[in-house]
Structure formats: structure tokens, C-alpha cells
């Protein structure tokens, strides 16, 4: 459940409620604002007393109860869409994020080179992959060390944010001295515990959806990185696994508006890796925005003919600014706020 209380509400009177809700067999979640404070009631309400009752007292200005898997990620804990800066950049409520970068950190020549074809299109987020995922043991699977290295060089040189994956619980630590943006890859969707390792990092973490999972299973593995500790939650659709193979992934939209409408988190789309195939990636960009996207990831190399990964699906950094400037009017028109 969700008790909201009346503006300026005492911390008195807060602390008074919260032991209260501890009492009744919940979890508290505080989240306090400017002039209301709001606590969320974390446990399962068919098992405990119901907080409805305290709708009447007067330092309470509403209970609202949530039967849905997901409290604290809901439209019902915060009906305002979450914004929060990430670097010099700024997501959610019309603030638009691109973040650009190749798949994977190769060499500091090949990252150099991309990351200056890509802020002198205005790109402030940076995205590469130091440790790779891959379905084949023999694929390369990134430089790791070497390439978080290389991609503190570029935040220092470039002075940009870093987006870059984490893929198991020793990297966090390491990875977050970096990394401004902490990326959970479709397979580690519903990694719980990695989830809850992350969470205490203290930056925004990024949730790609998995490839098999419902809407639903999604939010709640946004929900496992906010109730331990992590507020900045960007969810981000990445296309899902249907029978359709002209695509790398079907693209599924219905689910940004389906996010959108059941939470305040910001939603970007991964066009990429959803297309599978360069030429496919403005279109798809498009349709995201006209969504409702709160922003895109691309991935974008200097020459993706001799990418160590993804080649087909990479758009030349070099003519990152064709693909942008037919985005930006489309930007603009979408994300006023």
C-alpha cells in the first residue's frame, strides 16, 4: 500500500506512521519530497491488516492499495514520471537521452575515434562494452579490465557520462567506479541477486527486458533494484523472441506505452540490437519515439566492418549525424513537455 501524507506533515508525525506500518507486519519505504512525503508499505496485503484505516487520521492524506507484484516502480507510488540527470544529461518528462557508442571497447584508437565523431553530434552518454556476453564461447567476449580502461580514458579526455554492462557480481565494484550507467543485459533481466548487488552500486542502472519476459516480470526486476537501494532505474525494451526471423528481435513498442502507463520510470529503446541490421535502425528509432520512448541507445563504431561484434547492426560513427538530424525533429515534436 501507498500512504500519502498531507503537505508538511511533521517528522513526528512520519515516524509515528511508520513504526505503525512496521507494527502491522510491512516494510516502509520512505520517499520524502519537498512538501508531501509518501511511505510505501512493502509486504504481501492479503496476509496482513489492511492500512486503509489510516486514511483517517489527519496528518494522512490518502491510502492507496496496490495488489500488483511492483509498489514502489508503479503510477500509484508516483503518479509524476521520474527524472533525474545522468552526467551533464537529464531523462524522463520530455528530457530526451541518447546514448551512443560502439558494442564493445576494441582499442583506444577505435574508442577515441568514436567517441569524437559522437560528441560533435551533441552525444553526452557513450555507450561500450567492456565485458561481453556472447551465445558462443568462442566469440570474443571483450577486453574486460582493459577495456573499463579504456573507457575512463574516454570520460576523462571527452568528459562524458559512460554506459557499459555488468555481467556478475565481482565487476560491480569496479565497474562502478566508471561507469555512470550500470547496464543489466537481456540475459541478466531477472538476476536477482545480481539485481540487489547492483542496486547498492549508488548509479543509475539501465534494465534491458529479456527476451522472454512478460511486462509485468520486468517491472518487478525494476522493483528488486529500487526497494534495495537505487532510485535512477532506466527501463529499456531490446525486442523479444517470437517466430519472426527478419529481425535479430521483434521490436515489441506495445510494451514502451505499456511501461509508460503502469510506471513512472523512464523507458528507452534499444533499436540495435532489435534490428539486427543497420539499415533498419532509423526507422525503428522512429517509431520509438513516437511511442514515447524517453530515449535510445544505438550502437555506432567507427568502422563496423571490422567490429569484433554486432558489425551488421553498427551505424558508422562517422555519419551518426545523418542518422541524428532525422531524429531531432521527431524529438522535439514528441518530448515537449
Not at 135 to 145: H, R, V
Not at 149 to 174: C, H, M, N, Y
Request: proline share 5%.
Amino acid at each position: 500500500m501507498i500512504i500519502v501524507f498531507r503537505p508538511h506533515a511533521t517528522q513526528e508525525e512520519i515516524e509515528k506512521i511508520r513504526q505503525r506500518v512496521v507494527d502491522f507486519g510491512y516494510e516502509p519505504k520512505i520517499i520524502q519530497g519537498v512538501e508531501q512525503t509518501v511511505i510505501a508499505a512493502v509486504g504481501d496485503e492479503t496476509m496482513h491488516k489492511s492500512l486503509e484505516t489510516f486514511e483517517t487520521l489527519p496528518m494522512i492524506e490518502k491510502v492507496v492499495p496496490i495488489q500488483k507484484r511492483y509498489k514502489m516502480v508503479s503510477r500509484e507510488f508516483s503518479n509524476e514520471p521520474s527524472v533525474f540527470d545522468i552526467g551533464s544529461s537529464r531523462i524522463g518528462s520530455g528530457n530526451f537521452l541518447m546514448v551512443a557508442g560502439p558494442c564493445s571497447v576494441e582499442s583506444r584508437e577505435q574508442m577515441r575515434t568514436a567517441a569524437g565523431d559522437l560528441t560533435d553530434c551533441g552525444i553526452k552518454v557513450i555507450r561500450g562494452g567492456a565485458y561481453k556476453p556472447r551465445t558462443s564461447p568462442y566469440d570474443f567476449q571483450g577486453l574486460k579490465e582493459d577495456g573499463l580502461a579504456l573507457l575512463a580514458e574516454i570520460k576523462e579526455e571527452f568528459g562524458v557520462a559512460i554506459a557499459t554492462e555488468i555481467l556478475s557480481v565481482p565487476d560491480v565494484e569496479r565497474v562502478a567506479e566508471v561507469a555512470d550507467i550500470l547496464q543489466i543485459g537481456a540475459r541478466n533481466c531477472q538476476n536477482y541477486h545480481l539485481l540487489e548487488v547492483v542496486a547498492g552500486a549508488g548509479r543509475t542502472v539501465l534494465l534491458k527486458r529479456g527476451m522472454a519476459t512478460m511486462v509485468e516480470e520486468w517491472l518487478s526486476a525494476a522493483e528488486y533494484l529500487i526497494v534495495h537501494g537505487c532510485p535512477h532505474v532506466i527501463l529499456c525494451e531490446r525486442g523479444i523472441r517470437t517466430f519472426e526471423n527478419s529481425t535479430r528481435s521483434t521490436l515489441d513498442l506495445s510494451a514502451v506505452a505499456v511501461a509508460k502507463k503502469q510506471s513512472h520510470l523512464p523507458v528507452v529503446v534499444d533499436p540495435s540490437h532489435a534490428a539486427g541490421r543497420a539499415d533498419l535502425v532509423l526507422p525503428l528509432a522512429k517509431a520509438a519515439i513516437a511511442v514515447g520512448a524517453d530515449g535510445l541507445i544505438v550502437e555506432s563504431h567507427p568502422n563496423p566492418q571490422e567490429a569484433c561484434s554486432d558489425a551488421v547492426q553498427q551505424i558508422p560513427s562517422g555519419k551518426f549525424s545523418e542518422f541524428y538530424d532525422e531524429l531531432k525533429p521527431l524529438i522535439e515534436l514528441c518530448n515537449k513537455p
